[in-house]
């Protein structure tokens, strides 16, 4: 992401008086927010794989009350549907970077928890695979365009209303959760709920009208790109 896009991201955390607290889907040396899971095996990171969290939503806090997560998330965008699903389950709260496909699955997940205007910012530039020519119809591929939601499922952050809550902001709440050393599944383990969600994922099963194809096939060679 481009540093321009990055304060994009950053202005409207800001300009809600809200604090990233967690990076879903990063790596050693891309995470953005004090904490954050990566899809393999990595110094630092609070777990391998952000889907083994019990909750995206919350949290337990060091200080020994239960932390309200507000998290960022720039996924592959071929998980985008699992990823909105699981967003809705935990009645997430957050920011996340999806591109602009208002027809894909996943779309009609996120309005309902908008909390304000989409802001969209242009992609980067994407080398065209052969035979290619009829998704590019009208430039869909080379005018790519990415949308930056500010999203809430729930106005309640944390589902235990009885349970004590500290702000994002809390000192202890954005250290890291556990020791490096302890990271929550095997990569193996990993890369196969991974293929398990793509295959849910996949036209036969999720779709079937040409028009949500062609979003499907979009999606699937922007995240075949390098970024």
């Known amino acids: 992401m481009s540093p321009s896009a990055w304060k994009l991201v950053c202005n409207k955390a800001e300009s ?17 927010c004090p904490r954050f899971h990566s899809f393999h095996h990595t110094q630092g990171a609070a777990g391998a794989d952000a889907f083994d969290r019990l909750s995206w939503a919350h949290s337990k806090c060091p200080c020994g009350q239960t932390h309200s997560e507000f998290v960022y998330a720039f996924p592959p965008m071929d998980l985008l549907l699992p990823i909105w699903i699981h967003l809705q389950t935990d009645r997430a709260a957050g920011i996340a970077i999806v591109s602009m496909s208002p027809r894909a699955p996943w779309w009609t997940i996120m309005p309902s928890a908008l909390q304000s205007d989409i802001q969209t910012f242009p992609g980067t530039s994407l080398t065209l695979p052969e035979g290619c020519a009829k998704i590019n119809a009208n430039n869909r591929l080379t005018n790519l365009e990415f949308a930056i939601a500010e999203f809430a499922f729930s106005k309640s952050l ?60 979009l999606e699937k060679i922007v995240a075949s790109q390098e970024w």
């Open 16 to 32: 809600d008086g809200k604090k990233l607290t967690m990076d879903l889907f990063a790596s050693a040396s891309n995470d953005k």
């Open 158 to 217: 944390c589902p235990h209303k009885k349970s004590p809550t500290c702000t994002p902001i809390c000192s202890q709440a954005t250290t890291q959760r556990l020791p490096s050393a302890v990271l929550s599944a095997s990569a193996s383990a990993v890369a196969a709920r991974r293929d398990l969600w793509r295959l849910l994922s996949s036209p036969s099963v999720s779709v079937r009208n040409c028009e949500t194809q062609d979003d499907l096939n």
